[in-house]
C-alpha cells in the first residue's frame, strides 16, 4: 500500500480546507462560504451513508431524502412541542429513521434491481405526501422551527463556527464508522452479497437480514443529516425529502465514486460548489464568447448540469475517486 | 350516490392516464431492460407542445394531433442521440443518465416556454357536461379522455398481440439474438419502441393540458405513481399495467374522497379530519405494500422477467 | 451398509407441463461418489437446485442426515455442511480469489454481525482459505482478481470454496465443464482426492471423468431414474445404452 499517491493527498488536503473553513470564514467575514460549507458537510454525511448502502451493498435506494426530512420532521415537531433537548430529539430522530428503513427495507429487500429503486422511491414519495398533509406541522408550507437542540449547555448549537464543527466531526465520524463497518466481517457479507448473492447463500450466508442491517444503517446516518440539514436551517419542509433531493444524493455518491468511503464526500463537494459557481461560470464565459451580458444565462446552469451527468454515466464511471487514482468501475 | 359514480369516473379516468404513462415505462423497460426517468418529462413535454400547437393551429384537435408526432419525434431522437448509449449498462447508470435528462428538459422548457404556466383551452363542444345515465351529468373532455385512453389501450393491445411489430416486440423482450439472428434491425425497432412510448406519455400530458396548468416539472409525481402501478402490475406486462392503474386510479382517487367519512366510523371528527389527510395520501404505497408481501413479482408477472 | 448421509425421497418438481424431476429416489452414503449422468435436458441441475434449495420440490422429500431439510432454504442447508459447486461458475468476480475463498470460510465461524474488528487481515479467516487455494493449487493466485483469472482456474476456485465452505458433503455440478482434455485429467485427480475425505454427489457431463471416479451411478432420463447401480451394471444397462449412451456410443465405447 502505499500511502503518498495524488488521490491521498486530494483527500487530505480537502479534510484539511473543510476544518478551517470556520477559521478563514470568520477572519474574512465571508459568512456565506460557512453557510455553503455547513450545508454541503451535512449533505456529505447523508452521500456517505448512501453509498454504504448503494456502493457496497448494491442496493441502489432511490429514496434515500426521505430519511433527511423524518430526520428534520422529527427534530422540528419536538422543537414546536416545547421539547429542546438534543438528547431526546436525536436518539429520537434517529429511532424513528430506524422503523421506518426496518419497514421500507423489509418490503423492498424482497425485490431486486429496478423494483428496489422504484419501491424505494415510492415509499419516500409516500413519507413526502405525508408531511404535505401535516397541516399541524406546517404542510406544504414546511415549519419554522424557533429553538435549536440543547444539549444542556454543553454544546451550543446557535454559535455558527461550534455548529460547524458538530457538523464537521458527524461526517468524520461517518465516514470512519462506514469505513469500519465495510472492512469487518459484516462488511464482507455486504459486499459480497452485491457482487453474487445467490453464491452467499449458497455458502451459507442468509442474506437478507445482513442487507435489512446495512439499510436500516445508512437510514439513520443518513436521518442524523436531516436533524443537523434542519437545525442548520431553522425549517423543515417536504421539499427536504422530494425525490430529487434522493437523486442529488446519488449524485454526489456517484459523481466523487462509490468505490471508496470518501468518494461520496468529494462528489458533495463538487456538486454543491458547481452548483453555486457554475451559474457564474456561464455568464462569464457566454458574456466572452457573445460580447454581451449573459445575466440571463445563469438561471439555466442545469442545461450543462444535466449532460454533464450523462457524461460521467458514459465516460467516467469511477467518479472523482475513480480519476483520481486510475481505477474505473465495470 | 351521485357522488361515488362521479368519484368513480375520476378514478377511472385518472387510472388511464397512468395507464398510458405505466404503457409506455414498462414496454421500455420490457424490451429494452431501461429505467427511463425522464418518461415524465415527456409527458410534459407532449403538455407544452399541445398547448403550443393549440395556440398555432386554433383548433384543438389538430393541436393534439401535430403535438402527438412532435412529441414522437423527440423521443425517438433522445433514444438515438442519448439513451441507446445506456442499453446494456447497470440500472444505476440508467437512473442516474435520465434524471440528467430530466434536469436538462426541464431548463430547456423554460428557456423555450418560460417559466409561466401555460393555459390551453377546450372548444365549445367539450366544454358541455354530459348526462350519460339519467340525472348523472359529467364533463364531456372527461368522457373524451377515458374514451381516448380506451382506444388506444385496445389499439396497443392489438399492436402487441396481433401484428409483426408486436411479434417483433415480444421476441425482443425474450430473446434478442433471435430478433437479431432474423435480420431485423434491432436498433431501429428499439428506437420505434421508445418513440411510442414517447408519444404515449405525451398523449396523457397534452389531455391533461387543459384540466391542470402546464407547468414545468408536472411529469415528476405523476411519474412515481406510474412506478406504483408497473410494480403492483409486474415490470414488462402491459395487461398488468392497465389492471393496475386503473386500481390505483380509482384508490387514490375513490379514498381521498370517502376516506374521512369512512374514519368518522371508527374515530373521532376531530381525530378523524386530522388522520384522513395522511391516511389517504399513503393508500395507494400500502397496497403497493400489500401486493410486494403477497407477490413480490406484481399482479402479473412477465415470462422470464 | 452405512446409511445415507443424503437421502433424497421421491422429489418430483414441474414446470408447466415439463416433468422436470419424476419422483426421483437417490441417496449418497458416507465415503461414496455418487455420480448423476443423463443427457441434456434430463433434469441435472433441477435436481441440484432442489437438493441445495433453491428450488422447492413439488413433493416428495430431502433428508440430510438423518434430518429433513426439505423446506430449508440455501443458506441453512450450507450451513449443515452441504457445500455447492456451480455448473455455470459463480463467482465473486470483483474480489480477488483468496476473497472468494475467505467468504467461504467465514460463515464457519458463526454469524457476521461483527462490525468493528478488521476481517482483511484475521488469520481465522485467512488461514484456512489459503489452505483451500493451496489443495487447489491455486495459491501464487491469491492475489489476482477473479475476473482475470483463466476458466480453467476459475473451476479450481469453485472446487476451493466449496472445501473451504467446511462441508460434510459436496454438491458438484459439472466440475468439467469447459474444461481441456489436460485440465479435466487433473480435475479428475483433484476429485479423486477429495473423494478420500467427502462423501461427493457428482453431476456430470464427461462419461470418461464419471466412470473413472463413481462408486454408483445413477441415470437420469426426462427427470427420470432409469438406473442406478455400480459402474459396471451401468455399463451393461440396455435400457441406459438405449435411452443415453446409444447417443454417444463411440464416445461411450472410447471411455
Known sequence: MRFVTVRNIVVAALLIFLALVPIYSTMSGNMFLMTLFTRIVILAIAAVSLNLIMGFGGMVSFGHAAYLGIGGYVFGSMATEGITSGFIQWPLALAVCALFALITGALSLRTRGVYFIMITLAFAQMIYYVAVSLDKYGGDDGLTIYTRSQFAGLIDLSNRVVFYYVCFASLLGAIYLVWRIVNSRFGMVIQGARSNDRRMQSIGFPTYRYRLTCFVIAGMMCGLAGVLLANQADFISPATMHWTRSGDLIVMAVLGGMGSVIGPVLGAVALLVLEETLPHIISVIGGALTGQSMAAAREYWALVLGPMLLLVVLFARGGIDGILTGRHRG | MLLFIEQCLNGIQLGLLLFLLAAGLTLVFGIMDLVNLAHGSLYMLGAYFAATFTALTGTFIGGIFLALIATLLVGMAVEVIALRRLYGRDHLDHVLGTFGLILFSNEMVRLIWGPAGLRVALPDWLLRPVEFIPGVFYPSYRLLIIAVALAVAGLLYFMVMRTRIGMLIRAGASNREMISALGINIKLLYTFVFGIGAALAGLAGMMQAPILTVQIGMGENILILAFVVIIIGGIGSIRGAFVAAILVGLIDTVGRSFLPEILKLFLSNQAASTAAPALSSMLIYIVMAAVLVLRPQGLFPAAGK | ?255
Open chain 3, 1 to 255: 451398509m452405512a446409511d445415507a448421509l443424503l437421502k433424497v425421497e421421491g422429489i418430483s418438481k414441474r414446470f408447466g407441463g415439463v416433468v422436470a424431476s419424476d419422483n426421483i429416489h437417490i441417496d449418497v452414503r458416507p465415503g461414496e461418489l455418487h455420480a448423476i449422468i443423463g443427457p441434456n435436458g434430463a433434469g441435472k441441475t433441477t435436481l441440484i437446485g432442489q437438493l441445495a434449495g433453491e428450488l422447492a420440490p413439488d413433493s416428495g422429500h430431502i433428508y440430510f442426515d438423518g434430518q429433513d431439510i426439505t423446506a430449508q432454504p440455501a443458506p441453512v442447508r450450507a450451513a449443515l455442511g452441504l457445500a455447492r459447486s456451480f455448473q455455470i461458475t459463480s463467482l465473486f468476480l470483483d474480489f480477488k480469489a483468496l476473497t472468494n475463498v475467505v467468504l467461504a470460510v467465514q460463515p464457519n465461524l458463526g454469524h457476521s454481525f461483527h462490525f468493528w474488528a478488521d476481517a482483511r487481515n484475521e488469520p481465522a479467516l485467512i488461514e484456512p482459505a489459503l489452505a483451500a487455494l493451496k489443495r487447489v493449487g491455486l495459491e501464487h493466485r491469491a492475489a489476482v482478481t477473479v475476473a482475470n483469472m483463466s476458466h480453467g482456474e476459475h473451476r479450481q476456485l469453485e472446487l476451493a470454496m466449496a472445501i473451504a465452505n467446511r462441508p460434510r458433503l459436496l454438491l458438484l455440478d459439472e466440475p468439467m465443464a469447459g474444461l481441456g482434455p489436460e485440465e479435466s485429467s487433473r480435475m479428475v485427480a483433484m476429485l479423486r482426492e477429495l473423494k478420500r475425505e467427502y462423501p461427493i454427489l457428482l453431476v456430470e457431463h464427461d462419461m470418461e471423468a464419471v466412470f473413472a471416479l463413481a462408486d454408483r451411478i445413477t441415470v437420469l432420463v426426462y427427470g427420470r431414474v432409469i438406473a442406478s447401480g455400480d459402474p459396471a451394471t451401468i455399463r451393461a444397462n440396455a435400457e441406459v445404452r438405449d435411452a443415453y449412451l446409444g447417443e454417444q456410443d463411440e464416445e461411450f465405447v472410447d471411455g
